[in-house]
């Protein structure tokens, strides 16, 4: 099993960043894809960010390409998403999400965080 727990959300307004931070415990991870998802309020959660488990395929949501930036340093358990140029639609929770491969994890994760708020002001 995986366990994730995430941080780093907060407050930014339009056009700032933030970076969310997930550590990861498990035997499991290093050998997992890991990414991101997002829940709107009312809305159903969404795929965001992928990364395999070495770093050599990466996949992102239409919707964040050229603003958001997925990484991970399996050493340290960690899996990030660099925020950029940050939307007033980018408000949600984030999920970091871990399990199988790039392919499956955008359609459905195995384990799932806790959530971090992201909030951008209209």
């Known amino acids: 099993q995986v366990q994730l727990v995430e941080s780093g959300g907060g407050l930014a307004q339009a056009g700032g960043s933030l970076r969310l931070s997930c550590v990861a415990s498990?035997?499991?991870?290093?050998?997992?894809?890991m990414g991101w998802f997002r829940q709107a309020p009312g809305k159903e959660r969404e795929f965001v960010a992928a990364?395999?488990?070495?770093?050599?395929?990466?996949r992102y949501a239409d919707s964040v390409k050229g603003r958001f930036t997925i990484s991970r340093d399996n050493a340290k358990n960690t899996v990030y998403l660099q925020m950029n140029s940050l939307k007033s639609e980018d408000t949600a929770v984030y999920y970091c999400?871990?399990?199988?491969?790039?392919?499956?994890?955008?359609?459905?994760?195995?384990?799932w965080g806790q959530g971090t708020q992201v909030t951008v002001p209209t």
């Open positions: 990364k395999s488990w070495d770093g050599g395929t990466t």
């Open positions: 999400v871990a399990g199988g491969t790039t392919v499956t994890l955008t359609n459905r994760p195995t384990y």
């Open positions: 498990g035997r499991t991870f290093s050998t997992s894809a």
